[in-house]
């Protein structure tokens, strides 16, 4: 992202370099502000790219005000509970919530991975078509600083990747593009994109540092494996409940 002018200038142009959810987020967020805002995407058409993804609170909130979250709404399902199961498929808490890869092989590793679980895990994947089953790598880092040089700035997976243990990756690149818009209203460029970064790095490092643990925590063997699940099955599911609230209220701040 990059910008020549004081947002304050009708000349004001902001050039977002990357179609995604925080690219696009930002867009929206800057012209409905009234500032130009022109999203640059390689990919010749937006098609199906990925997996699902988890929008939660924080996020729907931002998408609410941005007037995007009715269409939405309308081909999304919602999410009434976080669930968590041991390997076996056994329910332990339920918090209700305020190479090449060749398909065949894919669909083969599958199996493979989940072969015991409760059902229907292996109904499902055997009857889905192996070419629609879809591999997604995940990848972070430990959270840095240094978004920004000269009159280009990194937000979304650009600035702080995340793994999706907590389903909030999207989530925070939504919230990037609200700030973003928020911060531009009333600020030079150059001290946007350090307030930005000021605002934005605690509350996304906490997300990265927590993913990353219930992701390790999630694979867990052995002894280890099964402590886990008898403090999971003893934990209240109001206090995990409370948890997930934490990351909806903090919202943008």
């Known amino acids: 992202m990059s910008n020549g002018h004081s947002p304050q200038s009708s000349a004001t142009r902001i050039a977002i370099v990357g179609g995604g959810i925080a690219g696009l987020a930002a867009a929206v967020a800057l012209l409905r502000r009234g500032v130009r805002a022109c999203v640059y995407e390689r990919a010749p058409v937006f098609g199906d790219v990925g997996a ?8 729907t909130r931002v998408l609410g005000e941005l007037g ?4 939405l709404i309308a081909k ?3 999410i009434r509970a976080l669930n968590v199961r041991a390997a076996s498929g056994t329910l332990l808490m339920r918090a209700p919530v305020t190479g090449d890869d060749v398909p ?12 015991g679980w409760e059902a229907p895990v292996e109904a499902v994947i055997s009857r889905t078509a192996p070419d629609v089953l879809l591999r997604g790598d995940a990848f972070d880092r430990p959270p840095t600083r240094g978004w920004s040089r000269d009159r280009v700035l990194l937000i979304g997976d650009a600035a702080h990747p995340t793994t999706p243990n907590l389903g909030q990756g999207g989530c925070m690149a939504i919230e ?22 000021a605002r934005r790095f605690d509350r996304t490092a906490s997300i990265t540092r927590e993913s990353l643990w ?6 867990m063997a052995g002894r280890l494996g099964c402590l886990r699940d008898a403090v999971t099955r003893a934990t209240p599911a109001a206090l995990v409940t409370a ?5 909806y209220r903090a919202h943008t701040a």
């Open 52 to 59: 699902g993804i988890s929008l939660w609170p924080n996020a």
């Open 76 to 78: 999304s399902g919602v």
């Open 68 to 71: 995007v979250l009715q269409p």
């Open 214 to 219: 219930a992701g390790r925590l999630g694979l």
């Open 104 to 115: 065949e092989q894919r669909a083969a590793e599958l199996l493979r991975d989940f072969a």
């Open 176 to 197: 990037d593009g609200q700030v973003l818009a928020e911060l531009l209203d009333t600020r030079d460029i150059a001290s946007a994109w350090r307030a930005f970064e």
């Open 243 to 247: 948890r997930l609230n934490r990351h």
